[in-house]
């Protein structure tokens, strides 16, 4: 089963795929395409740009193609769009949403992690906290126009895992 975790940053994305990771040891876990490009050379602009949010959404979908059956991806091609799109409203929609389309099929489990109020994780000015609730906005947008089933989890970390286990039994 391939799980993607999506949602804007600081929502506790990572802390929750590394979490499910330990529940699920046979799977391989996909860290964000930002630090494996990283990691690789790539340079990403001090303000993030369309081209930068393009580039992590290309790696994410090679992730999703190139994996097994058995995966976890902390990111999705979905939340990499809604962050090109609260950037740039001028980005060909149509175009990147058929590539996505074709990709996201072999997703089995959507885990949306929003922005909860009160927000459990505050976000600095230097964070871009704008970028963060307009993302968080678009993401849910884009999960109706994909017309994909997420399971949408709130509450303290142990509560979010429990929510996906529970739906995942």
């Not at 949403?97 to 885990?111: A, H, L, M, P």
Request: proline fraction near 5%.
């Amino acid at each position: 089963m391939r799980i993607v975790i999506l949602g804007a940053h600081l929502v506790g994305k990572t802390t929750l795929a590394e979490k499910l990771h330990e529940s699920f040891p046979g799977y391989d876990f996909y860290p964000e395409p930002y630090f494996e490009l990283e990691d690789m050379g790539f340079v990403f602009s001090e303000t993030p740009t369309t081209d930068d949010y393009m580039m992590q959404l290309e790696y994410s979908l090679k992730q999703i193609m190139r994996s097994d059956k058995s995966a976890i991806f902390d990111r999705c091609p979905i939340d990499l769009l809604a962050y090109a799109l609260a950037v740039d409203n001028t980005l060909d929609f149509q175009r990147v949403f058929n590539k996505i389309q074709n990709v996201i099929e072999k997703i089995d489990v959507f885990v949306f992690v929003p922005i909860e109020e009160p927000d459990r994780i505050l976000c600095s000015d230097s964070e871009l906290p704008e970028l963060r609730w307009r993302v968080n906005d678009i993401i849910g947008k884009l999960i109706t126009d994909f017309e994909i089933e997420v399971i949408e989890v709130r509450g303290d970390l142990s509560q979010r895992l429990n929510q996906i286990q529970n739906r995942i039994r």
